[in-house]
């Protein structure tokens, strides 16, 4: 996959998280998201695509108005990305993080996510 293409893709991804409807968000992840697609962080581990889009209202119930918003380039090799992220909102700053993507057969397969920076040594 070329990169123009995975990051259309992945900023459709993160277009998902600033969705409060939920049909919405659910058209916006079914070409991007595999059925059975994996997505893990700190706070919490779901599969599939209509799960993705419940925990995706979970987290715009707890921060309404909250987007994610894309802050770097995509980096990527074989069938992996990377990309750093912010949450923004109208209201106290939020997290900053980073995202580890597997794409496959044009849509993404897995996201695990990591809040804030790398702990220092």
């Known amino acids: 996959m070329n990169t123009e293409t995975l990051t259309k893709m992945i900023d459709t991804y993160c277009a998902a998280w600033?969705?409060?409807d939920p049909a919405q968000r659910a058209a916006l992840l079914q070409d991007v998201w595999a059925e059975r697609a994996t997505y893990t962080d700190q706070l919490g581990?779901?599969?599939?695509r209509q799960n993705l889009v419940a925990h995706i209202g979970a987290m715009r119930q707890q921060f309404p108005g909250a987007r994610i918003v894309?802050?770097?380039a995509v980096d990527h090799h074989n069938h992996c990305a990377r990309f750093s992220w912010r949450?923004?909102?109208n209201g106290p700053p939020l997290p900053e993080?980073?995202?580890i993507v597997e794409f496959?057969?044009?849509k993404i397969q897995s996201v695990v996510g990591f809040f804030g920076p790398p702990?220092?040594?």
Do not use: F
């Open 18 to 20: 600033g969705e409060d």
């Open 45 to 48: 581990h779901v599969e599939g």
């Open 70 to 72: 894309r802050t770097s």
């Open 87 to 89: 949450l923004e909102s």
């Open 97 to 99: 993080g980073l995202d």
């Open 104 to 106: 496959r057969d044009g």
């Open 119 to 121: 702990p220092p040594l």
